[in-house]
């Protein structure tokens, strides 16, 4: 009897412990944008449920979406060790130079001379703690090659050039610096802080820039582990 006491007491623990496993592995699948990404990218017309559309709002947002498609990759992300995402990844799942990229708020455009797929946006009062000066970051408008899908109205060299939130800045493209290993198409979207001069910080260190998540109304940053696919619950045009 004591036995099978402990043989049944044995059973309940490992059926637990298989579930609770099981429970975890599922739940990381559900806040893990690969999940998402890879099937978005090869059938993008069969997951349209899971894309965001551009010049939508998300409740009282400031910020409009920039450009439609499926949000991969969050801020706060990590691709390798040491490193965590600085923006958010909005893959459009059509070609390179298809899917429009759009302003997401008013601001000063400039893109420096030796820029091919990136623009950046001065914003003067950042509309969630006003007085301080912030700039949204557009990059991946070009193809492997470097070739520009930047739109015609904002050469290289371009200098503080008004947009209104919802200009066509250009189109996704999947430029990476090296031909052979293009990025995907997509757009990475940033905000970063302003350096307290008038310049804008270092993009590339995640302290520079901004939790995107109550500039566009959506859960973005990874570490609030948001389920995917990440969409506005009641969107508004
Ligand atoms: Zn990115």
């Known amino acids: 009897m004591k036995k099978f006491i402990i043989f049944i007491f044995?059973?309940?623990?490992i059926a637990a412990i298989v579930l609770v496993y099981f429970f975890f592995i599922s739940s990381d699948r559900r806040s893990n944008g690969t999940t998402f990404v890879i099937p978005f990218i090869r059938?993008?017309?069969a997951h349209q449920d899971w894309a965001v559309e551009a010049l939508s709002t998300c409740n009282d947002a400031p910020f409009i979406m920039p450009t439609h498609g499926l949000i991969g990759y969050l801020w706060n992300d990590s691709f390798k060790i040491d490193h965590r995402h600085q923006g958010i990844d909005i893959f459009a799942g059509t070609d390179i130079g298809i899917t429009p990229v759009y302003a997401a708020y008013d601001g000063?455009?400039?893109?420096q001379s030796d820029w091919?797929?990136?623009?950046?946006?001065?914003i003067p009062s950042d509309p969630l703690e006003p007085g301080h000066q912030i700039?949204?970051?557009?990059?991946h408008m070009a193809d492997p090659d470097g070739s520009s899908l930047i739109?015609?109205?904002f050469p290289p060299g371009t200098s503080e050039v008004f947009v209104k939130a919802g200009t066509l800045l250009g189109y996704q493209g999947d430029y990476s610096g090296d031909p052979i290993n293009p990025v995907g198409v997509h757009l990475h979207f940033s905000i970063i802080k302003d350096s307290g001069t008038g310049?804008?910080?270092n993009e590339l260190e995640i302290t520079n820039t901004l939790d995107p998540s109550p500039y566009l109304g959506l859960p973005l940053n990874k570490n609030d582990r948001p389920t995917f696919p990440i969409k506005c619950l009641t969107t508004a045009k």
Do not use: F
């Open 10 to 13: 044995s059973a309940l623990v």
């Open 108 to 111: 000063y455009l400039s893109r």
């Open 116 to 122: 091919k797929s990136t623009l950046i946006i001065r």
């Open 43 to 45: 059938n993008a017309e």
């Open 135 to 139: 700039w949204t970051y557009y990059t």
């Open 199 to 201: 310049k804008y910080l």
């Open 151 to 153: 739109a015609a109205d």
